[in-house]
T-cell receptor, first 114, second 109 residues
Framework: DSGVTQTPKHLITATGQRVTLRCSPR?????VYWYQQSLDQGLQFLIQ???????AKGNILERFSAQQFPDLHSELNLSSLELGDSALYFC?????????????FGPGTRLTVL | GQNIDQPTEMTATEGAIVQINCTYQ??????LFWYQQHAGEAPTFLSY??LDGLEEKGRFSSFLSRSKGYSYLLLKELQMKDSASYLC??????????WGAGTKLIIKP
């Protein structure tokens, strides 16, 4: 158990809908990262937050957005969902987001868009 | 551009040794990570190298050569539970992790 929690574990929805994925980082970690992993594909970095502020952006679609709240939990919002958005979405956290940090991953949310 | 190369798939026998290679071309280097990921599960941290040489951790060892842009993960005394994907990731000059596509390791009895 990495100490990173994600909810929900599974999510099934329809095309065109909007969903919110939630992540709580490990105690004391200030940085949160979001990744997408489609079936049999590598990890695609979406976005990073550090202490409430956006720090880095990867291949995140405009239909997707994220935020990190004062209590450091983070939410990833996916809207106008398409079939191709079906994937595992992982959240990871690290103490500071730089230098020697190691990222620790949550169990993921499996999103299925029908 | 930034690039990390790993073999797509490898097969090895239970009890044997396997070496998974990773080569990288990134803008700057601030460390290399190896993660293990079982199918449908979260990646779990295995090792971190920032200086040249070999880091040993039980049955797993990781080697780094910064001048060659090369690393390998060595798994000894393979067990069936080692069947998983192994992900190589490099932290670049902006402290962002660049991920390889992963190597799927299949262990046969």
């Amino acid at each position: 158990d990495s100490g990173v929690t994600q909810t929900p574990k599974h999510l099934i929805t329809a095309t065109g809908q909007r969903v919110t994925l939630r992540c709580s980082p490990r105690s004391g970690d200030l940085s949160v990262y979001w990744y997408q992993q489609s079936l049999d594909q590598g990890l695609q970095f979406l976005i990073q937050y550090y202490n409430g502020e956006e720090r880095a952006k990867g291949n995140i679609l405009e239909r997707f957005s994220a935020q990190q709240f004062p209590d450091l939990h983070s939410e990833l919002n996916l809207s106008s969902l398409e079939l191709g958005d079906s994937a595992l979405y992982f959240c990871a956290s690290s103490p500071n987001g730089g230098t020697t940090d190691t990222q620790y991953f949550g169990p993921g949310t499996r999103l299925t868009v029908l | 551009g930034q690039n990390i190369d790993q073999p797509t798939e490898m097969t090895a026998t239970e009890g044997a040794i396997v070496q998974i290679n990773c080569t990288y071309q990134t803008s700057g280097f601030n460390g290399l990570f190896w993660y293990q990921q079982h199918a449908g599960e979260a990646p779990t941290f295995l090792s971190y190298n920032v200086l040249d040489g070999l880091e040993e951790k039980g049955r797993f060892s990781s080697f780094l050569s910064r001048s060659k842009g090369y690393s390998y993960l060595l798994l000894k005394e393979l067990q069936m539970k080692d069947s998983a994907s192994y992900l190589c990731a490099v932290r670049d000059s902006n402290y962002q992790l660049i991920w390889g596509a992963g190597t799927k390791l299949i262990i046969k009895p």
